[in-house]
């Protein structure tokens, strides 16, 4: 029992300081790192990971706590979804199938776990508010990111076989179909979402206490981002359309958060212009909601019990955190298909532009084509890392950061990037963009035959942006996750492509990656 309250009042501090870091904007978009409540899952050894998978394929949160609510497989906290991607990042680099046959169980946990409505409870086959549909924590937008990612088989998830592939996809557009009918709506008007939702009625829900049913801000957030990386539909427009329109709405300037030495106060000033929000919004009336442990609803944080103005993120900077991407406008993956290198002899298919080829094709005719500085076209910077570093895979799929470098705006449309490899067997060939902070819709593909083939490299795929894209300001930078594959999935060697960089985790200036604006050479080497 004194270790249990030690270990809650550390918890409470650590919410404290999280919460503080909240409001005065230093936490990052996405909260990766690992805190004191998080699932041992984030930070036990991979061997002690798969002693804990349970027999019906996930985790518990906690490997010491087996009694209880919390003796059952969960997604809270992290749990679940972070040994998967654990056990599988250490199937890349080990090449044991111990690990991918373990993450696969795992996988297949999670789809076994969605409701046939398309959501998530936090905890599998639980009793009380654990079987609620939870968005808390972003615990089921952080499942259908994973389960995204293993539909496409991408990164570290190669290794999957179609079926489940097929299944994951299955499972994430269902959960989209839940996001959207989750979406509160108010007399007719479309707002946001709760922290968690009744599986049955999909109406919000409560949990503990002090978290009634109501309208949250640190969850719909992590909703609309995932929103926006999925193919257009009337539907997902309008809702992404009206949940932003809602956090304008219920924005507040014109305060500061503080925190004493044993208190969060708010005080009034009227210099503060950057908005913040509440946690939580009373449904109906859009006023911000402060529960104690009586569960009491106040309309003002000091007349709560000070123990609970301290240990939670009752305000934050959440609704900056939305992404810039615009709504997306088409689905990713056929706008790049028709296009996808047709195997025919390479002078149709080269011209990026529509005019002859003798333009098209930069390698015959290097000197006009390979300006180093253009000029008024802008400056573009590439780094690159590719998701999956085996020396032989059945998808090349490299990352890329654009940067502009210049001093003026460049219009996207005129941008191309070129990741240079080796077929290794002519096949035709499919291209899907995974994920671009402009929208993934936002973003074209072509793989292009060369016409003199080059060492390690007898092809590219050109990735270009369409005329939705808008432009990239100086300074300002876009992130494009693609991947390619042959029609018949067979590997590459990537080992010797020319783009290929097999030691670089995260994002790296690769001078082996072009960039063209316009007709003009603006980054990089050629082969």
């Known amino acids: 029992m004194v270790k249990s309250k030690l270990k809650l009042k ?3 501090l650590i919410c404290v300081f999280t919460f503080i870091l909240s409001v005065l904007e230093i936490m990052p978009q996405q909260c990766v790192t690992v805190l004191a409540g998080d699932a041992t899952g984030t930070t036990a050894s991979i061997s002690d990971i798969l002693k804990n998978q349970r027999p019906d394929g996930g985790w518990i949160k906690y490997y010491d706590q087996t009694d209880g609510e919390w003796g059952k497989s969960t997604i809270d906290n992290k749990a679940t979804y972070t040994e998967i991607r654990r ?3 250490e199937y890349t680099k080990t090449k044991n199938s111990t690990y991918s046959n373990a993450a696969l169980n795992g996988i297949k946990f999670l789809l076994n776990m969605q409701y046939s409505n398309g959501g998530w409870p936090q905890v599998y086959k639980s009793t009380g508010y654990h079987t609620h549909i939870t968005y808390n924590d972003n615990a089921m937008i952080n499942v259908m990111f994973l389960l995204d990612e293993v539909s496409k088989r991408t990164g570290d998830f190669s290794f999957v076989d179609s079926n ?4 994951c996809k ?3 557009d269902k959960g989209v179909d839940c996001i959207l009918k989750t979406q509160v709506n108010v007399n007719g008007k479309l707002t946001v979402w709760g922290q968690q939702h009744d599986e049955v009625t999909l109406k919000p829900a409560g949990a503990r206490a002090y978290e009634l049913p109501s309208l949250c801000t640190s969850e719909s957030v992590g909703i609309i981002n995932f929103l926006k990386t999925r193919p257009t539909t009337p539907e997902i427009a309008a809702s992404i359309k009206a949940a932003e329109d809602w956090f304008n709405l219920v924005k507040i300037t014109g305060i500061k958060v503080v925190k004493t030495s044993n208190d969060v106060i708010v005080v009034k000033d009227p210099s503060v212009t950057t908005p913040i929000w509440a946690r939580f919004y009373e449904i109906g009336t859009n006023k911000p909601i402060f529960v104690g442990r009586d569960g009491v609803v ?3 944080l000091k007349d709560i019990d000070q123990e609970r103005r301290t240990g939670y993120a009752w305000y934050g900077n959440w609704g900056l955190k939305i992404s810039n991407s615009p709504v997306p406008t088409a689905a990713p993956k056929p706008t790049v298909t ?3 290198s047709p195997k025919p002899t390479a002078v149709p298919t080269v011209s990026p532009k529509p005019t002859a080829v003798p333009t098209v094709t930069p390698k015959p005719t290097a000197a006009p084509t390979v300006a180093p500085t253009p000029t008024a076209a ?12 085996a020396s032989s895979t059945n998808s090349i799929s490299p990352k890329f950061t654009l940067t502009n470098t210049g001093k003026t705006a460049i219009n996207l449309s005129t941008v191309k990037v070129r990741y240079y490899y080796t077929i290794d067997g002519d096949k035709s060939q499919s291209f ?4 671009s902070t402009i929208g993934a819709s936002n973003v074209t593909g072509k793989m292009v035959k060369m016409t003199t083939p080059k060492t390690n490299a007898d092809y590219y795929v050109e990735v270009g942006f369409a005329s939705t894209a808008g432009s990239l300001n100086p300074g300002a930078s876009i992130e494009v996750q693609v991947r390619v594959s042959k029609s018949d999935w067979s590997n590459y060697t990537q080992i010797n492509d020319y783009s290929f960089n097999s030691t670089a985790s995260n994002y790296v200036v690769s001078n082996k990656v072009t960039a063209f604006v316009g007709n003009l050479l603006s980054f990089g080497v050629e082969p």
Do not use: H, R
């Open 164 to 167: 489940t592939a097929n299944s």
């Open 10 to 12: 550390y918890m409470s």
């Open 378 to 389: 802008g400056s573009i910077q590439v780094k690159m890392f590719n998701g999956t570093t």
């Open 338 to 340: 028709p296009t996808v």
């Open 87 to 89: 056990l599988a990042a």
């Open 432 to 435: 899907w963009c995974d994920w």
């Open 170 to 172: 299955t499972a994430v």
């Open 298 to 300: 106040k309309y003002e």
